[in-house]
């Protein structure tokens, strides 16, 4: 039987949370006292594991200042989301893109940076649980663009990487794919620019919700 597998980014690619991404980090480096880096930096890093996000922002720190960092964006982005100040939208068109996916007989998964703890939250927020039947996070596997997410959700669904196809807003999401032998797609509305996304091998990227799904259904 053939497998027709889509698995997503989530922050970026499903929802926009950049909000809580750089309310966090600015957060995080108060807590130690050192200037937080620009919000335009921090978007950058979106989709990469926490340890090497901070690793790339900032490269100078002592190692203890580092996972003093990653630690109190941790804390600070888990009292946003228990106090009810968390915003994370799902961009315009997506819950109902996934609804016809998953009654058209596709396989949904995510392959994200968000810990296991947040992407179950986020999930379940907007009422998508139950359209996933794979959820690979940053908590279980070696930061993108490792392949280790992807290969694991296509072992879940028993899809080859002929069956599957990745979508993502940033040439970590698209470097995974190509790792992993998986077709690519872009979008535009999240953290990395379409040339970016292109040069980094996806097939195409898609400006709107219309176009994705032209897209994955290929």
């Known amino acids: 039987m053939t497998v027709r597998l889509a698995v997503f ?5 499903l929802i ?8 966090a980090m600015d957060a995080a480096f108060a807590e130690i006292g050192v200037p937080a880096p620009p919000h335009t930096q921090v978007r950058r890093i979106v989709g990469l594991s926490l ?7 900032a490269p100078d720190l002592a190692d203890s200042q580092q996972m003093a960092v990653v630690q109190a964006y941790k804390n600070a982005f888990r009292l946003s989301r228990e ?3 968390l915003r994370e939208p799902l961009y315009d068109g997506m819950a109902d893109l996934l609804h016809r996916l998953h009654d058209g007989g596709w396989t949904l998964g995510v392959a994200t940076g968000k810990s296991d703890r947040g992407l179950v939250s986020t999930l379940a927020t907007h009422g998508l649980t ?15 663009p490792h392949p280790s ?6 072992e879940d669904t028993a899809a080859t990487p002929d069956e599957s196809c990745m979508i ?24 990395h620019e379409p040339a970016e996304l292109l040069e980094a091998g996806a097939v195409a990227v898609a400006d709107d919700i219309a176009e994705l799904e032209r897209l994955i259904l290929g």
């Open 168 to 191: 993502g807003d940033t040439v970590f999401d698209i470097q995974m794919a190509a790792n992993a032998g998986v077709r690519a797609i872009g979008v535009s509305w999240g953290y």
């Open 149 to 154: 997410m992807l290969e694991a959700a296509m």
């Open 83 to 85: 106090n009810g100040s």
């Open 51 to 57: 340890p090497q996000a901070i690793r790339q922002l």
């Open 130 to 144: 139950d359209l996933f039947a794979t959820l690979h996070t940053a908590d279980r596997h070696p930061s993108k």
């Open 9 to 13: 980014d989530c922050d970026g690619t």
């Open 16 to 23: 926009d949370g950049q909000a809580g991404v750089v309310n």
